[in-house]
């Protein structure tokens, strides 16, 4: 008997074209991406359940994108709009990118991607409306009756209503750390290792044009993982601005083995743990190891995770400095409001070890060795 939950990208494509009565996806690039993907998460130990659920969660970035495309048809004169010298945040997984994206957003001076924006870009939202947009409010309806009967509680969390990660346009284009974390696929992987970024980056800059048409600010964007790519973001703006977050590489690595484990939870029921040690670990060392090179000869804002923790505000101060802009009292006092406040608090840090995954410490440290000489970087976790 066949599978109805056998993913086939025909029919999610069919899919998102009947629900959106649309058929153009725009430029080509994406296609391949997708069949690897569907691939991936059509293999035996990939549960019934969750191939449906992601099934659907493909076919609502497929009918984002076409609806991208179509606004785009109809503005015509969005194409040829800047997207000037953005604020990218990046860096490891798991250094503070969101906390910094978060923070930065309490300024209006800023634009950041929202998280419902990011799923739902076109028709974009009056400047009034962003946070208060139907889309937005029963996504956010959604998620606070489902964020407390999630067992075990999710390691990252975004609101509806929050800044969120460059990923999810990157996920339209089938390119993206994202779809490597639901399951185990060695081709995929491989795939997304080598693959061209040009098309998804130029994808990303087509929806923040959508966006910033109603809604004005300088962009801040964040991905811990636009640092594996830097080079094709150096390509689609080159004039962006960088934050750089760090964090000692075993504590991150830690802490981002253990979300990648709850990725597989909810996907193959338990994680494969000697997948993700072998494949993480190498990843996550390029991810230090790309920017060092691509960035030497930039002018870069480092955030160091500790720093942080002992005063966020100083730390700031110190990137509006750097970017030469002001931060006046009632942005200042939004942001220490909402750090005393954190309504990321829902689930915080994780109890589990490079050990728990296979691994010894310095075995990490010795990975990331010139990164950690690089920046002065002294281990914490003993």
């Known amino acids: 008997m066949t599978d109805p939950t056998h993913l086939i990208a025909d029919d999610l494509i069919d899919a998102a074209c009947s629900a959106t009565t649309l058929n153009d996806f725009g430029a080509d690039g994406w296609q391949t991406g997708l069949g690897l993907v569907c691939e991936g998460l059509n293999a035996n130990r990939v549960r019934s359940s969750a191939r449906g659920r992601l099934g659907t969660e493909i076919t609502s970035h497929l009918e984002n994108r076409l609806r991208v495309v179509d606004w785009h048809r109809q503005h015509p004169e969005l194409a040829s709009e800047p997207v000037s010298s953005p604020v990218i945040i990046l860096g490891l997984p798991r250094t503070g990118t969101t906390a910094v994206s978060y923070v930065l957003d309490q300024d209006p001076q800023f634009r950041s991607l929202l998280n419902w924006e990011a799923v739902y870009s076109a028709p974009p939202a009056a400047a009034s409306d962003r946070r208060s947009d139907q889309r937005c409010v029963e996504l956010l309806e959604f998620q606070r009756a489902v964020v407390d009967h999630i067992d075990p509680p999710p390691p990252h969390w975004e609101w509806a209503d929050g800044p969120t990660e460059c990923t999810f346009l990157l996920a339209q284009d089938f390119k993206t750390v994202m779809w490597d974390s639901r399951a185990p696929s060695p081709a995929y992987h491989e795939y997304l290792n080598e693959c ?133 009292g009632s942005a200042r006092d939004a942001m220490v409001g909402w750090l005393g406040d954190d309504p990321l608090a829902v689930s915080r840090g994780s109890k589990s070890t490079v050990e728990d995954f296979g691994l010894q410490r310095d075995q990490v440290y010795e990975r990331f060795g010139d990164y950690m000489n690089r920046f002065d970087l002294e281990p914490r976790v003993r």
Request: include cysteine; proline fraction near 5%; charged fraction near 20%.
């Open 196 to 328: 061209d970024m040009e098309s998804a980056y130029a994808y990303h800059r087509s929806v923040l044009q959508v966006l910033q048409s109603n809604t004005s600010g300088r962009w801040c964007l964040k991905m811990p993982a636009h640092a594996l790519f830097i080079d094709d973001v150096l390509r689609a703006y080159p004039d962006a601005r960088f934050i750089w977050t760090h964090r000692d590489p075993v504590a991150a690595t830690a802490s981002f083995l253990n979300l990648t484990a709850f990725a597989h939870g909810l996907t193959i029921g338990a994680p494969d743990i000697e997948w993700i040690t072998s494949t993480c670990l190498p990843r996550l060392a390029q991810q230090v190891e790309r920017p060092m090179r691509a960035l030497a000869g930039h002018d870069v804002c480092h955030v160091f995770y500790d720093d942080w923790l002992a005063d966020p505000m100083a730390a700031i101060t110190t990137i509006y400095e750097w970017l030469e802009m002001d931060l006046v």
